[in-house]
């Protein structure tokens, strides 16, 4: 992501707030309406979904998209049905690719036995709206030609591929990493907070002011700027074996601490994601500096596309063709700071002992998107010396 074309949007957006609200505020209110009108166990579901929906406008529909048209089609001779569809839709303990896969293929179930030769329009970008609207502090209005367009704009590595489901984990990745600077802004969030009135959903997370930036750089403002990016390959790196490391052992203090532990997960979690997305540029530009172009583009960032638990963030390859399975782990200190790694990462480290890379980015500099590179090759037994926390299954017996 380029931060001076970043930054320059975020002027852009403040100089022309007043404009793009006009045409955007129905979002803040959309979401205040159905948050006023779902229930979900209503005795009449049909009515209680079309008055939840009443002021999506363009979310729901445009040009020839017509998903709220379908789906209270649905409602009205499935009413049961939907409801068990959207109670699943909606079920936040259960992964978020899976829930929208199951909404898909219930909703054409009932669409096949209804509308056999219409279109349903129950795409990811219909679902997440479903989500947005339930969880406005989780979610972001999602379209695919925004983020694709708005992925040119910034200069993104990732590039979203039309039908892909991926796109909505690396969308929301990227998303992230946006609010965290719209959120340093006091300047917009007066702006913000004065427009939204009490027919409004209050957007404290920021996450629809986030999205409406998004769709503002692709759609109001003007794009054609020509911005310099900064040399990935200003910095140091260091290649050695995890054999020949050791880890400082530890022993148990019992010394109490106040530790603000969800501000800490928030901060790393954005650390983390910078880091993976430096690497993920790094690992490209190496491959096009040894001209194997066609791997270019089979670099995968695995923890955007799978999730988390695989063990490893990128998958990339060596200069000679070969498999890299890389875990990033991110810290602005040095590169003797204190990380953790998880049981699946250890695991993962030795069933692809001789593919297995951890890549310890340190002093890294989220402004100036610099930082220098240990790579440790190989598993990471010796590493794992000192046990953080321990798994229990209590037995029910």
């Known amino acids: 992501m380029n931060r001076k074309v970043l930054n320059h949007y975020i002027r ?14 129905y979002k803040w209110k959309a979401v205040k309406c159905f948050q006023d009108n779902w229930k979900i166990d209503s005795s009449h579901f049909h009515e209680m979904l ?12 445009s040009g020839s998209y017509f998903p709220l048209r379908m789906l209270v089609q649905y409602a009205e001779h499935s009413p049961e049905e939907v409801r068990v569809l959207f109670r ?18 219930g909703i054409n179930a009932i669409h096949i036995r ?10 990811s970008r219909a679902i ?18 925004m983020f ?16 892909r ?21 006091q300047e917009l969030l007066k702006l913000h907070k004065n427009r939204l009135s009490d027919d409004c959903y209050y957007d404290e997370n920021l996450f629809i002011l986030t999205q409406d930036f998004i769709y503002a750089v692709t759609i109001h403002l003007d794009q054609h700027l020509a911005i310099a990016t900064h040399d990935v390959y200003d910095f140091t790196v260091t290649t050695v074996l995890s054999i020949d490391l050791t880890s400082i052992s530890e022993t148990a203090t019992f010394r109490g601490r106040v530790v603000n532990f969800i501000q800490n997960g928030i901060a790393n979690k954005r650390l983390g994601d910078l880091g993976e997305l430096w690497v993920m540029e790094y690992e490209r530009e190496k491959l096009r500096r040894a001209n194997k172009k066609k791997l270019v583009e089979r670099v995968k960032h695995i923890s955007n596309d799978e999730g988390d638990g695989t063990g490893f963030d990128i998958q990339s390859f060596d200069t000679n063709g070969g498999k890299m399975f890389i875990e990033v782990k991110t810290t602005k200190g040095n590169k003797n700071a204190a990380f953790y790694v998880t049981r699946n990462e250890l695991e993962r480290s030795i069933l692809e002992k001789d593919n297995y890379y951890l890549y310890r980015l340190y ?12 790579i440790i090759k190989g598993e990471l037994t010796n590493l794992c010396a000192f046990p953080a926390i321990y798994k229990v299954n209590l037995n029910s017996n």
């Open 165 to 185: 489901i991926e796109n909505i984990g690396h969308f929301n990745s990227i998303s992230e990493l946006i609010r965290h600077e719209l959120s340093l802004d």
């Open 114 to 123: 209804l509308f056999e030769n219409k279109s349903s329009y129950q795409d």
């Open 88 to 105: 699943n839709l909606y079920n936040e303990d259960e992964d978020l690719y899976q829930r929208i896969m199951d909404f898909k293929n």
């Open 12 to 25: 852009e957006y403040k100089l022309h707030f007043d404009k793009v609200n006009r045409y955007e505020i």
């Open 148 to 163: 694709k367009k708005f992925s040119v704009i910034l200069e993104l590595i990732y590039k979203p591929i039309r039908g």
């Open 363 to 374: 002093n890294f500099d989220e402004k100036k998107g610099r930082a220098d590179l240990l």
């Open 50 to 61: 079309v008055s939840s929906f009443a002021l999506t406008k363009n979310l729901m529909v």
């Open 128 to 145: 997440i709206v479903y989500l947005t609207l339930r969880y406005p502090e989780r979610y972001l209005f999602y379209k695919f030609e």
